[in-house]
Every structure is written in structure tokens, then in C-alpha cells.
């Protein structure tokens, strides 16, 4: 169930609360990434002290190890993991890009090079490890090499057995090097996926013997980078009676495409219904994200950034420092001075880039812990300003331009 409680006067922003079995999450919010039931190098313990009220995991990579069925039998994500906030787990449909179109064109999500510039996409050669058919989608497991078939009613059935909060049904993410044709069947595919989902969702639902009786089920439009097919599949989708809703597949050529897509698409979402953007996390990101509507983000970039060096400081360019550069070799002072997370509170940049260089295993925990901390504050204060109705002034103050 979502609450709307605030918006804004100038953009679509607004604030809201996302109520689910396991806790209430004020939005908008940053989700964090916890592929295999963890988000890499911080226990499921301290997430909740650094502000973060829900995370996503990954029903294929938890398919694959240690199964759902195990899972299951320990009491959910929630009893497995020992988190028990709010969780959603996505369908591996993303999987199916990654490992088939995606690892096929060189592409991610957003494509920043296409043909005919350079350099060219990097191609990864070798056996299929994903077929798509009507039926489901093939793939090859990247752990031990076994062939496994998701079909829309197997997917409800694993995500089932997890027990997350919210989950999504199985989808087809295209790639951006993908033309309208191809885009549209693909779309269309999604589309009869997610009814059969739903009509699984619906035979599971009194099921006694799953750890989760109060799932929600979210319904993803896809369409590419094409109007018409987004604003075909957003009429499609939104009324088929899901619980909320996710922008997925891909988000075009750039993030001005990105853009596009989301102001074809919320504005034609019930208000009454949460709204997740899939795969987004940066700092620029968020703000456009959330003056336009969405609720909710999920993104590995920011933990993903902190083991590779880079941690957020606000006043930055692009809002982060990385401290494997020599400036920080003897430099005293804390990533932030004004954070309050643990690590700017004990160590300095010096210490912290000491750790980083060395390999040391404390580094990665140590920056992610920061750039986590960094999101839920960062979101505690786009709240706050939307209740205040000065959200685009707080944009500015980032030296971010809405647009």
C-alpha cells in the first residue's frame, strides 16, 4: 500500500510512504543493492543505523545459490538474511539482458557508445548463455555451468518461497542497440508474461506454506527508448492490477533519454501506486529521478564506487572524491567533515586511501558504509525539502538544474 503525503508545487516530486509486511519505508528512497541477500562488504545489521529502510536482491543469483527452497526453509530472505526491513527481489529479467542481448551488443542499460563510434562496444565471444522463447527464458548458470528454464510462473514461485515484500514478475529487458521491431516484440513478450504472472501470483496466494503471505506484486514497463511503445506499454501494465510499478529495459542512448522515458511514463501511472526506477543511483540521477515522480531506486553504482575508491562529498565535481589519487596521501581530515557516519567519525582520507591501496579488506566496508550513509542522508533532506516545498532549491544548492 502507498500513502502520498506531500508534493511539490514545480515538479512531479513528491513524499510518500510504501507500507509493507515487514516496516514502512518513507519515500522517495534509495534502495540498496543486496544481490545474494547482502550488499557487498556491510552486514545486514547495520544498514538500518545508517538510514536505509529497504534492499533489493536477486532472484536469479539466489536461485542459482544456495535455492529458494533452502531459503524457504529458513524462514524467508528476512530469516536468512537476518535483515527485517523491507525487501523487494527483482525477477532476473536484467540476468537475461546481461548474459544474452547485452553481453552480445557490449551494452549496458543506458549505451554510451554505438556504432560508429569509438571505441566500439566490447563484445564478449563465446555459446549463448541465454535463449528466449515464449515459453520462458534458457540460460546456462555462471556458477557451475547447469542449464536452468524461469519461465513467469517459476519466477512467482521462487520469489514466493524468498518472501520479499515486493516482488517483480519476469520481463524481457532490451537492449539499446535493439530497433523498434525487435523492441515492440519484446515488449509485447513482457506483456503476456506479466498476466501469466499475475494469474500465478493469484493461485499462490493462500499458500500457507510460503514465509511471506503479504507480497506485493509490481508490474515493469518496458518499450526501450521509443515513445510509442513506452506509452503503450505504460496503458498496458497500469491496468492490469499490480501493486505498484517499475520503469525497466532500456533507458536509451543517454540519460537525457533516461529522462524522456520517465516523462512518457509516470505522468500515466495511477497516483495512488509507488513507482521504482531500476538501476539508478547516482547523485544527479536521483534528484531528476525523483522531480519526476519515482518513489523508489535501486542502484549498485554507489557500493560499487566505494570499493573501486571513489566515495561521495558533496561539494566535489560530480560529488565525489577518489581516494587512490596521491592528494590524500597524508591528507588528516574525514572523507566529509559533516557526515555522521562511522567511518568519518574514526578515519581520515589518508588512512582510507592507505587501506584501499593495500587491498585491504576493512576498505571496502569502510566506503561503502560512508557512500550509504551519504544516499539515506541525501534522501532525508530531499524529504524534507518536498515537505517544505523547496526541492528545486535544494537542487540548486547541489548545483543541479532540473530540467
Request: proline share 6%; net charge negative; with cysteine.
Amino acid at each position: 500500500m502507498f500513502r502520498e503525503l506531500r508534493s511539490s508545487s514545480y515538479s512531479a516530486a513528491r513524499t510518500g510512504e510504501l507500507v509493507t509486511a515487514h516496516g514502512t519505508v518513507r519515500t522517495p528512497a534509495f534502495v540498496a543493492v543486496a544481490t545474494r541477500a547482502s550488499v557487498k562488504g556491510v552486514e545486514p545489521g547495520i544498514l538500518s543505523a545508517l538510514g536505509l529502510e529497504l534492499v533489493i536482491a536477486n532472484t536469479y543469483h539466489l536461485h542459482l545459490r544456495p535455492g529458494e527452497d533452502a531459503i524457504a526453509a529458513l524462514g524467508g530472505l528476512h530469516g536468512f538474511s537476518g535483515w527485517h526491513g523491507p525487501t523487494i527481489t527483482d525477477s532476473g529479467g536484467f540476468q537475461v539482458f546481461s548474459l544474452g542481448a547485452g553481453r552480445e551488443h557490449g551494452v549496458g542499460k543506458v549505451a554510451s557508445i554505438f556504432p560508429g563510434d569509438e571505441p566500439a562496444p566490447r563484445r564478449l565471444d563465446g555459446p549463448p548463455l541465454v535463449r528466449l522463447s515464449e515459453h520462458g527464458a534458457w540460460f546456462r548458470s555462471v556458477v557451475d555451468g547447469s542449464e536452468h528454464t524461469f519461465t513467469p510462473e517459476s519466477v512467482i514461485t521462487i520469489e514466493r518461497k524468498l518472501g520479499a515484500d515486493i516482488i517483480l514478475p519476469l520481463d524481457e529487458c532490451t537492449s539499446p542497440l535493439h530497433d523498434h521491431a525487435y523492441t515492440r516484440a519484446a515488449m509485447e513478450r513482457t506483456h503476456r508474461w506479466a498476466r501469466r504472472a499475475i494469474e500465478a501470483f493469484r493461485l499462490l496466494a493462500d499458500d500457507p506454506t510460503f514465509p511471506n503471505p503479504d507480497q506485493q506484486l509490481f508490474g515493469i514497463v518496458q518499450g526501450g527508448a521509443y515513445e510509442d511503445l513506452r506509452r503503450e506499454s505504460t496503458g498496458v501494465i497500469r491496468n492490469m492490477g499490480f501493486d505498484g510499478f517499475a520503469v525497466g529495459g532500456s533507458l536509451g542512448r543517454s540519460k537525457d533519454d533516461m529522462w524522456r522515458v520517465l516523462d512518457w511514463t509516470i505522468p500515466e501511472l495511477p497516483p495512488d501506486k509507488p513507482r521504482h526506477l531500476l538501476g539508478i543511483g547516482e547523485i544527479e540521477d536521483v534528484f531528476a529521478a525523483v522531480a519526476r515522480g519515482v518513489d523508489t531506486f535501486d542502484c549498485a553504482a554507489p557500493t560499487r564506487m566505494a570499493r573501486n575508491g571513489s566515495v561521495f562529498l558533496r561539494d566535489a565535481p560530480r560529488h565525489r572524491i577518489h581516494l587512490r589519487n596521491a592528494a590524500y596521501r597524508i591528507d588528516d581530515r574525514p572523507i566529509d567533515p559533516d557526515c555522521d557516519c562511522p567511518t568519518c567519525a574514526e578515519h581520515s582520507r589518508a588512512y582510507l586511501q592507505h587501506l584501499c591501496r593495500s587491498g585491504e579488506l576493512s576498505y571496502y566496508r569502510l566506503a561503502t558504509i560512508h557512500n550509504l550513509r551519504f544516499l539515506a542522508r541525501l534522501l532525508d533532506d530531499i524529504r524534507a525539502a518536498i515537505a517544505a516545498d523547496r526541492f528545486e532549491a535544494l537542487a540548486g544548492e547541489w548545483g543541479i538544474t532540473l530540467s
